[in-house]
């Protein structure tokens, strides 16, 4: 799983500056974030001008508190304020719409915080969730970085299957 | 026809021509401000384009595959302020690279693998103030080829592989730089002679930001005599005691600021103690901040023993239950509190604390009292808290207060407007609920506010003094709260001094004429996500100063702005954007003026029809004057048509008999006869038949000539004789003026029975009856043969009514004119048309 994990990130985090340019107007792949018991987690970047590495451990339907995330980005935006929008969608209608701030320019949170544009980042910690039983079925969650500018540092389409 | 081995031998140079040019010279950069600010990302760009103006000031040419820098790369670009370089693969830097660029003032140069970096590298940049190096696989700052950039302020080295903190000796050629980023790099060990030229010559105002710095020891002393504005240390030490080794390491340092703690996901020291920080004693600090230590303690006091001379105390993100019995000697003047999870509300005691910021701490619920008498600042922010009253001195014990925040909060019940309070300037309360704030002038001691939210408070607005007192407001924010019966009364009459104003998410339907007659210095109005269905100027012809509307995400259909003088001249943008625009002709000239403004509404290409179904989702520009001038001239046409029409039979029906005249259609003539028609009438009727008869007929259209015995009958000559000569012979058709006195008259049924006679010998049908006056049925019977013509004929009955005579001339007439005088020989025919020849002209 995690030599998996480690392939998928260095592919994501070096295909953007190979294969440069070539986002617009194409799709990028859909990638497996994680894929255990009964869940499976797919994303896909909704960004036009890159794709990026995601990954999470240990995902079971009951959903452990502060779940370890792997994550990693070239940074298209300098991001001294980000924010994160994720909106959760069931059979295309809206359920939960949260807008959560990451990096708040007086006091950087995390080590990202405050990086450059070009810089890449790489961040594998806890998420900050609460325990939680995902119901069966399949569900759409919508997520979007962006900056102080309102410029998009990262966006994914990912597709929660419970089963 | 050109051969095909000729029009290869065309193409294929033309293609060869073409796949040899290089794409920078057709993908065009983007022109952010004509000729200074272009960006050329990610266009897979192999050298630096040159059909840029060589006046640009801002070049963005990250993420392309540049690979290298030859000397002189920028010599088109003398006038470069800012030049980004981010991720070009860059791994060779010549010498001279960047020589001309004397205005250059920051150069970013991120993510560059560089393997090689000349000695001159960068050489000539002679205003540089801002150097970015992150990522460059720097292994070390001695070589790094920079010594000569005397303008240089900063200079950030992040994320590199540098391994020794040693300073070198051409940073005293650097006199005034402020920020040195060596954050994520490979630095272990500090030791004296890292520093010795900050001890040679200090740099005062230098920030230094070591964290993220795998630090493992700091020799003692290496700080002493050091001056600093500010240094951070955040996520550098492995363990509670490597970390109080290094902040003892740190003794003799004088810093401004000093930034202690961990990143929330950097975590490193799991057993933090007190004493770590014991080493803090030795160290001259003006505003101390600690971030993210696992702290769990009761009661964090300990902490600050080597504090009390601090004037700023920032706390983030560190657990401890409880903040009681601080010394009241400390001198702190600022005290920050951030996402501590205390259980409890502090008490504070301190003379000395001008600025008290405690937000996001969600464990305690009720607001202790305040016992600050200099406080000017104060914020409470997403706390959850509950305020029972507020606000007076009485509650907050503070009459210096300028800044209040409240926001984010439980309720807050509106008991007392600010006695005591009237210094504040700025206040807020937004996503708090507030209770009674609309029963009384809240805000009436408030002569020095400047800055008021109540957004999102669940306010009702029914009492129209709510804002009473704010002499000198000038921004004030209330959106999300409602009105009564959703409409904006005239609140706003003493903010004169007010520049913004946010009534968004209000559910407003109406705006009172007058409501913003007295804010001539209001600049912005954001009236969007109501519940408007037009927009009216009118309330707005008085906001001389109004540069920003902003009326989108309303349900306004159309608008009234076909008196454009309503509109504030300062006026320089209008958004109208997520409404229901009707695109429909009715309001054409508002679609007109649409098009005419289009310089003043944001995103007018966005703004599309609701209504009508054709044009729906449409551009409101698509919209076409062509198609209403199209239905209207339609109509116009229409009903001019129809008027026309109706005139001409209207026409028709008045003039029927001029025209049957003029056409000929209807051709009558007396052949023979000299009269048109014989009357027999009673002599009592004759005043009708002279009135009315004489006078339609006759002198009417056509002329009839009748044949009347007081005119007509030859004197001398027998009544019998003249009724048969005169009458009869000459005349087409007889008319029976049938009355009580007809029947009564014996001439009159003598004449009568001669006329039937003479219609059953010339086989015509020309006795034409007139009903004058309703005969009796008894008397009729007396003259068995006209009971039964009458019963059996259609006879004209006379009704002395104004609907009715029209009609009845009408039909007379039509019965003269018909049946025209019919003649066995074709002779008579002929004399006939040549007759109406005559009578025509």
Redesign the interface.
Known sequence: MKGFTAALLVWALISP?SG??GGVGETWPTHVACRDGGLEVLYQSCDP?QDFGFSVEQCYKQLKPNLSIRFGI?L?EDINKLFLDVSLLTQGSSILNLSYPVCEED??????CG??????IY????LNNPRFDIPEGKYQVLLELYNENRSTVACANATVICS | MMPPSRLAGTLIPAMAFLSCLRPESWEPCVEVVPNSTYQC????LYKIPDNIPSSTKNLDL????LKRLGSHSFSNFTELKVL?L??C?IHMIEDDAYQGLNHLSTL?L??NPIQSLASGAFSGLSSLQRL?V??INLASLENFPIGHLKTLKEL?VA?NLIHSFKLPKYFSNLPILEHLDLS?NRIQNIYHKDLKVLHEMPLLNLSLDL??NPIDFIQPGAFKEIKLHALTL??NFNSTNVMKICIQGLAGLEVHRLVLGE????RKVEDFEKSSLEGLCNLIIKEF?L??LDTSQDNIIDLFNCLANVSAISL??LNFDRLEGIPKNFRWESLEL?NCQLKKFPTLEHISLKRFIFTANKGGDTFAELHLPNLEILDLSRNGLSFKGCCSYADLKTAKLKHLDLSFNGIISMSSNFLGLEQLEYLDFRHSTLKQSSDFPVFLSLNNLIYLDISYTHTRVVFHGIFDGLFNLQILKMAGNSFQDNFLPNIFTKLTNLTFLDLSECLLEQVSQGAFDSLPRLQILNMSHNNLLSLDIRPYKHLYSLQVLDCSFNRIVASNVQEPQHLPRSLALLNLTENNIACACEHQSFLQWVKDQRQLLVEVEQMVCLTPLDMKDMPVLAFRNATCHMSKTIISVSVLSVLVVSVVVALVYKFYFHLMLLAGCKKYGRGESIYDAFVIYSSQDEDWVRNELVKNLEEGVPPFHLCLHYRDFIPGVAIAANIIQEGFHKSRKVIVVVSQHFIQSRWCIFEYEIAQTWQFLSSRSGIIFIVLQKVEKSLLRQQVELYRLLSRNTYLEWEDNVLWRPIFWRRLRKALLDGKARSPEGKVDSENSQYEATTST
């Open positions: 500056s440069g340019g001008l070239i298209r006091f950087p949170r995390f080590s990202f990086r450059k544009k070009g810089e890449q961040y594998a910690g806890p | 990302v990610d266009l897979n990250s993420f392309n595959p980004d981010s991720r693969e970013v991120t993510g970015v992150v990522e950030n994320h994520k964290s993220l955040r996520s990143f929330k996901n950097e901040r971030a993210f983030v993100s951030v």
